[in-house]
């Protein structure tokens, strides 16, 4: 019996003539995210970021967003809207599932007032430019620098959705992958 070792998991199966297909293609999927929970935000300014990182915000607290320049150049800025902020990483496997309902969000709704913030939590600004690219998205992106982050810190997990009301008061506060109809509910809240 080979066993397969990941940090934190442990598959083992027979190597046979014969592997069994479920067990070999689990193995490859535990590899797969493996690898990427490893390459994504392991430097130790992220960690120690992570460490100190606060709960997710309550419903109804207020929260004031800085200024922040976009991807694009242009600062932003939170203003009397209601206000979508979304914590991602390029190598943050359930961010990749989120990001294109959170794109099909940002097409449908921002002709309604919703306003987005997609905040990068990459190592550079150009990881996150780069992705944002191949994949063809167009909401609003900046890049969370560490530096940034001491006056904004990201709530523990990722990805993070949080949606504020025009009053800046959180409606909605959510750690972790959103399905597609859940993001679509997202709507319905401002």
Request: glycine share 4%; charged share 20%; net charge positive.
């Amino acid at each position: 019996m080979r066993h397969l070792i990941y940090p934190r998991l442990t598959t083992a199966f027979s190597v046979g003539p014969k592997p069994n297909r479920r067990q070999f293609s689990a193995a490859l999927t535990l590899g797969a995210l493996g690898l990427a929970a490893q390459s994504w935000a392991q430097t130790p300014s992220e960690a120690a970021l992570e460490a100190k990182a606060p709960d997710m915000p309550r419903q109804g607290s207020v929260l004031t967003v800085p200024r922040i320049t976009l991807l694009e150049g242009q600062t932003f800025q939170h203003e009397r809207q209601p206000l979508l902020l979304y914590w991602w990483s390029s190598t943050c496997p359930f961010c990749a599932l989120q990001s294109p309902s959170m794109q099909a969000l940002w097409d449908s709704q921002k002709s309604r007032g919703l306003r987005m913030l997609a905040l990068s939590i990459d190592k550079k600004p150009e990881d996150a430019r780069a992705y944002l690219k191949k994949r063809g998205y167009t909401f609003p992106s900046a890049w969370a620098s560490p530096e940034w982050r001491q006056q904004f810190p990201k709530p523990k997990g990722l990805p993070i959705t949080v949606l504020m009301d025009s009053q800046h008061k959180v409606l909605l506060a959510e750690k972790g992958q959103m399905f597609a109809e859940d993001v679509e509910a997202i709507a319905r809240l401002f």
